[in-house]
């Protein structure tokens, strides 16, 4: 009886080591399984900020909408609190595909991200900051993950916190959130600098299991994404950051009043990053020796996100603020330095829209990514005033020159298509093979781009639009600022 009930004991601990071993397993198979793909996983679509999605529809139906809510956030001691409805810039809604199923990642004004249906704009989960989310996230598929938690992780920054200061001892406004489950997977508390903000509204590139990211305290910040290297620091489960840099100069403090704000995203240029800070600079971070070894001076507060394009350039687009001349668009080639680098310049109006004076507040965008082999490459921008531009950004206009910024040098200009005024806006127009999608506080515009590069517009829509929206597969995804997301097409 003894010898039957040891070999029954023996019997039970190797079947429940089989059965751990095949569960194990059948875990592994399951993450393995799934079918992951990322389309729209940063602002802009990709390393390079110029895939803005597939196919455009050819009207804009309401195919579903989905009411992002409102939240109060704080602007400051002497100007109190606002309450703000759906979302705004840059609030480009992220697009993956899990197996058969699209899902889109939107942060809004009600202080959550969320994870939405993509096919009838159904909430699948919500995670709550501490106050409202602006800018656009940045998914990182993590292929060394351990677990599914861990797998699929969203990087997303907000504003300081509701009812915090800039003197506030703590404001963790950057977090890695899970895309499984919408759980926190740890936080990024920003210390304060000489920039009066410490909100994170950029998007970061991940690069080789290492983060980049500007903050809008005025710093380059690199750090390990990974939630298992992740440390206890003054409570909370934090990154460890790997290097910083300074992204504005001692002389940059008076002369902008503390406005050093990093709100747009980097690029990545073959082994170089590029980035616009709002102390009037256009960097360029060289990844290998770890170094900021290019640098163009305007002088102006700049807040859109450098553009590559297929010919190895960027374009940065500028603000009115801070300088004497005329904000609009450089063309840089940044093999060169200084004056050198400058390709061309296209000048826009100014403007008394809002706290703006002129400019451009979004960014660039270029039809490179659908068409590398065409003669023509595109490059569409609106400036805050409302004039949307569509010019050739290879090919320049031998009978005009155009005063910089500064009014000191003068550069060539690109051959311009066309214009259209579609009121003020401070979002990204987007090129999708030979439409033209473009919002703004009057609403959002379909155009046809004809075989001689003139705008044809086919559809709008009237809603107040801050955010870029991403299209796929004949549909349009954007917030508005009156508290919902919207799908239009066909």
């Known amino acids: 009886m003894q010898i039957n009930l040891f070999y029954l004991r023996i019997s039970f601990k190797i079947h429940k080591i089989i059965g751990l071993t095949f569960l194990f397993f059948s875990v592994c198979l399951c993450i393995k399984s799934q079918q992951v793909e990322l389309i729209n996983p940063t602002f802009l679509g990709n390393e390079q900020r110029n895939y803005y999605g597939n196919n455009a529809p050819d009207s804009l139906n309401i195919i579903w909408k989905h009411y992002l809510g409102k939240g109060k956030t704080t602007i400051s001691r002497n100007l109190g609190e606002r309450l703000w409805a759906g979302a705004g810039w840059t609030g480009q809604p992220l697009l993956y595909k899990e197996d058969d199923s699209l899902y889109l990642i939107q942060g809004a004004y009600d202080h959550h991200l969320k994870k939405i249906n993509a096919r009838d704009g159904k909430l699948i989960w919500q995670y709550k900051f501490d106050d409202v989310v602006k800018g656009t996230g940045t998914i990182w598929h993590n292929k060394k993950a351990k677990s599914k938690k861990h797998r699929l992780i969203i990087f997303q920054g907000s504003r300081l916190g509701y009812g ?8 963790p406004s950057y977090r890695a ?4 489950d919408g759980s926190e997977l740890w936080r990024l508390d920003v210390r ?3 920039s009066y903000s410490r909100d994170v509204d950029g998007s970061c590139l991940v690069i080789n299991d290492t983060l980049y990211i500007g903050l809008e305290n005025g710093m380059l910040t690199i750090m390990d994404p990974d939630p298992n290297h992740a440390i206890s620091k003054d409570e909370m489960l934090q990154p460890p950051i790997i290097k910083e840099h300074q992204l504005y100069t001692k002389s940059d403090i008076s002369a902008h009043r503390k406005n050093l704000v990093t709100e747009s995203s980097p690029s990545k240029l073959n082994n170089h990053l590029y ?5 009037g600079h256009v960097y360029g971070y060289d990844m290998l020796n770890d170094t900021l070894d290019w640098e163009f001076f305007v002088g102006s507060d700049i807040d859109g996100s450098a553009i590559v394009t297929s010919d190895s350039c960027i374009i ?3 603000e009115k603020q801070y300088i004497i001349g005329k904000g609009g668009v450089f063309k ?10 400058v390709i061309w310049y296209f000048p826009v109006e100014d403007s008394e829209t809002g706290s703006w004076e002129g400019g451009i507040i979004g960014s660039a965008s270029i039809s490179d990514y659908h068409q590398k082999k065409a003669k023509t490459k595109l490059a569409a921008f609106v400036s805050i005033k409302g004039n949307l531009y569509l010019v050739d950004h290879q090919k320049i206009n031998k009978n005009i020159t155009n005063l910089g910024p500064n009014q000191k ?10 214009k259209k005024f579609i009121g003020p806006s401070i979002s990204t127009p987007l090129i999708i093979k030979d439409k033209l999608v473009v919002a703004g506080y009057h609403g959002l515009k379909l155009y046809k781009i004809g075989t001689d590069f003139s705008l044809t517009l086919l559809d709008s829509f009237e809603a107040e639009f801050e955010a870029t929206p991403f299209v796929y597969n004949d549909r349009i995804y954007i917030a508005s600022r009156n508290g919902y997301l919207y799908c239009f097409g066909n």
């Open 316 to 318: 940065a687009t500028i």
């Open 332 to 341: 840089f080639n940044p093999q060169f330095k200084n004056n050198e680098s």
């Open 409 to 418: 040098f003068k550069y060539p200009s690109p051959i311009l298509y066309d």
């Open 192 to 194: 304060m600098t000489d």
């Open 164 to 171: 915090k200061y800039l003197d506030t001892k703590h404001v």
């Open 177 to 180: 959130i899970s895309l499984y």
């Open 275 to 279: 980035i616009a800070s709002g102390s």
